[in-house]
């Protein structure tokens, strides 16, 4: 270790070369400091850093982890984990030491985000709550299976939030009628929504399909990619999991759609960009049909819960339904729209007894 003056600008230079925890030799040199406590300050809390000692900061903490994920993880994925870690979990714990953090620092935490209130007296939504408890609850699983920490403060301080929405909003057919009626004189839009509700496809799926994926033929739609903007950049990925890899089989409706929508688009190549938008392009465009609709206000994900409520009432099978939208496992989409399922115990009692 070297802290130095430098007789020209006076500020403070530190040097340093260590082994981090992998045992690579590392030398690190930073200039600018204004006094010589805060250059050797630095170089402890490097030090801290690179040997992977559970007494770095939390800060410390997460640009090591980031940087793990970074090589593991879809930069959609990063992004988003970045993006939530940053506004709803830095401003907390920066500054802790990592091993200083105990449960009673996580519920004050969750006390606070689950009693804030925006303008208009809104409060955070609870699977909104539950995906940030999430993401602080994986951080500290990391740090006990890779870094030694004795034991996750989440478990102890328990959890908050939860895992599904107590309501689901979706469009009956009626309403998407409605909808997609208002929606004749916009034919991107028109198309977008009607792909949309008709095979249950999420957002950045849709937006990454491209000519090649549709067999007219078959009457079939491949899903195998997703479309995503990460630092004003364009980025196709593979889907969200393996089993997002799939192919649905589409309505006559929706191929003579598609038929007139492509063939308007000027030398349209089977490798473009069917709709070459963002997901923000979606957003505006639904909050515009559902106000010259009238229909009510949903999000752009759950016209996907709309197709599902839509082969529920059809009587179609949990197995079929997760196929169709790409879910690892049928318990998810029993989970997701278990709530839908009553209404069809009643038509089978009903049927029962007009067989007796």
């Keep these: 270790m070297s802290v130095t003056k430098d007789s020209t600008t006076g500020k403070w230079m530190s040097q340093i070369r260590v082994k981090d925890w992998t045992g690579k030799t590392i030398h690190k040199k930073k200039r600018g400091f204004s006094t010589k406590k805060e250059a050797i300050q630095w170089e402890q809390e490097y030090i801290r850093q690179a040997a992977g000692s559970l007494g770095m900061t939390f800060g410390d903490f997460i640009r090591l982890y980031l940087e793990d994920m970074e090589k593991r993880l879809k930069p959609s994925t990063v992004a988003n984990k970045r993006f939530l870690i940053d506004l709803k979990i830095l401003p907390y714990f920066e500054k802790i030491p990592l091993n200083e953090i105990k449960p009673t620092d996580i519920r004050r935490w969750q006390n606070e985000l689950s009693s804030y209130r925006d303008e208009t007296d809104k409060p955070y939504s609870q699977t909104y709550l539950k995906t940030i408890n999430n993401q602080i609850t994986a951080i500290f699983n990391y740090a006990v299976k890779y870094y030694g920490l004795n034991e996750n403060p989440c478990h102890k301080a328990g959890s908050m939030g939860k895992k599904n929405a107590d309501e689901m909003l979706f469009w009956t057919k009626d309403e998407f009628q409605s909808f997609i009626e208002a929606m004749k004189d916009r034919p991107v839009s028109y198309t977008v929504f009607m792909t949309m509700y008709y095979t249950g496809i999420r957002e950045g799926e849709l937006l990454a399909l491209t000519p090649a994926d549709i067999d007219f033929e078959k009457g079939t739609l491949r899903i195998n990619k997703s479309f995503q903007r990460i630092d004003g950049k364009d980025v196709v990925t593979t889907p969200k999991t393996p089993k997002s890899n799939r192919v649905v089989t589409i309505p006559d409706t929706l191929q003579t759609c598609l038929k007139a929508y492509m063939e308007k688009m000027f030398e349209l190549q089977p490798d473009d960009r069917l709709f070459p938008h963002t ?78």
């Design 279 to 356: 997901k923000s392009y979606l957003y505006h465009e639904l909050e515009y049909g559902c106000e010259k609709s009238g229909v009510k206000k949903i999000r752009v994900h759950d016209i996907r819960h709309s197709h599902a409520s839509l082969l529920v009432e059809m009587g179609f099978s949990p197995l079929l339904i997760a196929e169709r939208l790409g879910h690892e496992r049928v318990q998810t989409t029993m989970e997701t729209y278990s709530h839908l399922y009553p209404n069809k115990q009643t038509e089978v009692a009903r049927q029962l007894d007009q067989l007796m």
